[in-house]
DNA sequence: CATGAATGAGCGTTCATTCAT
DNA sequence: CATGAATGAACGCTCATTCAT
């Protein structure tokens, strides 16, 4: 159905003119995701608001497709990396805090650019085409996955795979719904605060192995 | 442009083959949505599909949000049906049993309809007139916020709206991701096990009251 | 480059009214192909010409190709039908009248619609999407050849397919010269005189076999 | 639409890079010209192949119609001055063989750029812009009634101006013809004495003057 | 009520052409 | 003179919607 091409920039803007005329294209994208959705946008629209011509539109992206595309490519590249340092840093905590760090760096990330993050999750369609929206969690899982393996006699949980699953998607769940919320709807301080109590017990080897009985001993 | 009324059927079909009607295009709905993404969906072709004449469709639904949207309530109704019950089955169980019990419950609506669930919360933009999609999540977040306010002095979580939150957005963000993996790729039957260990040992009492620092003596 | 598919209109109109607009629709473009030429020919200009929306205009064709193509088609089949017609009544006629009756039935041809001939003619390329236009001279040098065939003993040329190449494609250039000149400047009924005189010298056993040598003796 | 004035080079090129330059120009257009059609012909796709920018083209040519003119134009003068060339060397050669040397003299024109000839001739619109294609068919038109006037005496068509008509644009429709031909469909060789010997017979003051009631006496 | 022909606003896209660098 | 970024008129075509039959 569309091309793997269609994606695709058509030509790299070599001049500094050029350059200007495509992050005026990718901001006015943004601006009119928002203010329309995502089937609303059309082409004219954004090369008007972008004051540049719908010629000079087609130069760079050949449909709306590529210039929404353009705008996930570069969030979710600059929320890995952000990942990517945030684990580096992480290698010489203890494991409690670990769990801690993760939530504040996924904060960090959505706190990026939280307009940019809430906008592409609320108006994109979850399909292959943008697949990189959601792709940086399965390379996050990925992460987890193996910072969890290294720690392994340190934690509770069985499989790194599925701890890292429930971690990473479980507080990506949270944290997609706190974009979500309005203003003063919920305390987030109290929330981060639970959500980080939530991931340490469930690592800690401490309480009991046989779960619920020894709960409420 | 999209007034609440916009939403609504034009009239309440009474006869049987008017009723069969109304079927056959919203079943023609899903498939194309599936087929083709939201934005490719069309009423001509719609009623193509459904062996309908563009006149007929008309009559029954004004555009094509008001098709999707017919979807998309029909299947939120469902699942807060079958969400109340359990509920109401619950109010007896020991709270170590509770959390899996929504864990449970919540993979039980997921697989109600899974085609249709992929399908809505893949294609579907989480903008305000699909809102009943997400919507129930938020009468769940009222029922299990109202179930520990109940069960207060058996759980440790201080606040139950945010211990509410918690558990109901971080499993729906599990188990959507769940919706989403192809098969065998990851072992369902022991994540269910671990989003139960964790949401129990989250509203457990025993371990740290006070958090992590205790944790780890 | 230019499927197959791409020539066929979309549906055939069934009601009188469709009808109607697809009469107009086919009028529109054979005027428009004159004034504008077959570059400039579009769609928008057609269909407001035919007084029908741009939209019936591609519930019938899907482009200007299949449009003129129409044309052609139509065109094509008649005067295949005619020459058909005038070779069943030729059987029984000497040879030097069938020369002559070639040539006028040609002539004939051509002037039964003399201005859609011209205009097609001289506006289209003469490429495989329009094969037709030039098609039915393929069908007539058969025809031509099978009829030499037959009388192989009445005529001198040795090779049936190469006489008949020769007559059809020889008067076909003069006949189409003959629709683009302008009136009054060559006497057309002299010149069916001189083409008929040099056909049936062509086809006469009488002269010479040995050509030039005994031409002047 | 199309002056006069749009048709022609912008100005000279004097240095031997320009020059190049418009020798790329012209070759790129007239492999575009054959690989898309006249149509799809754009100065932004000429200039591309040409390897170079759109700026220098339209420093040579004022639009796509000159750029193919410029095509035409070389090519009917070349061949008009083949024309001319052979018919001084035929002022004294009998009739009989003028007859056989204006068929050859066709012939090597149309070899003398088998595909550039083809490619005009199927690809553009026989109208006043080009009139030169087949322009100088008018001027050969001329050469011969002017040679046939001179040998009235000679021949048996009463009228020069007529029998250079048919001469012309019989054998110029059989050629053109020969040009469209598939390899080995037709024996050429066999079409080039056939022809001969029609224009030959029919220049002929034997057989019959009083046409075909005579021929079959 | 059902049908499907007709409508036309409006988005998608191209491409001839200009002009600052 | 060469370059190629920018322009925007204008054509291609779809699809939601209406309405006569």
Not at 73 to 90: H, S, T
Request: glycine share 6%; aromatic share 6%.
């Amino acid at each position: 159905m569309s091309d793997e091409q269609e994606m695709v920039p058509r030509k790299k803007p070599r001049q500094r003119r050029a350059q200007e005329t495509v992050e005026a294209l990718l901001t006015a994208t943004a601006q009119l995701l928002d203010e329309e959705g995502y089937e609303q946008l059309n082409t004219n629209q954004i090369a008007r608001r972008a004051g540049v011509s719908i010629g000079s539109l087609y130069q760079y992206y050949p449909n709306k497709e590529a210039l929404v595309f353009a705008l996930v490519e570069r969030l979710a590249d600059r929320q890995y990396a952000i990942v990517k340092e945030k684990f580096a840093e992480m290698v010489e905590l203890p494991v409690e805090e670990v769990a801690r760090e993760i939530v504040v760096a996924l904060l960090e990330i959505r706190q990026l650019e939280p307009e940019l993050n809430r906008l592409l999750s609320e108006q994109l369609p979850r399909t292959a085409q943008f697949g990189k929206l959601r792709g940086w969690l399965e390379r996050l899982h990925g992460l987890v996955s193996a910072e969890l393996r290294r720690r392994h006699q340190e934690i509770r949980p069985p499989a790194p795979e599925i701890a890292a699953y429930v971690i990473v998607y479980g507080m990506h769940g949270i944290i997609e719904q706190m974009g979500m919320d309005k203003e003063g709807e919920v305390d987030h301080g109290q929330l981060v605060r639970e959500v980080s109590e939530m991931m340490t017990r469930y690592l800690s080897k401490r309480s009991s192995d046989d779960e619920t009985n020894a709960m409420f001993g």
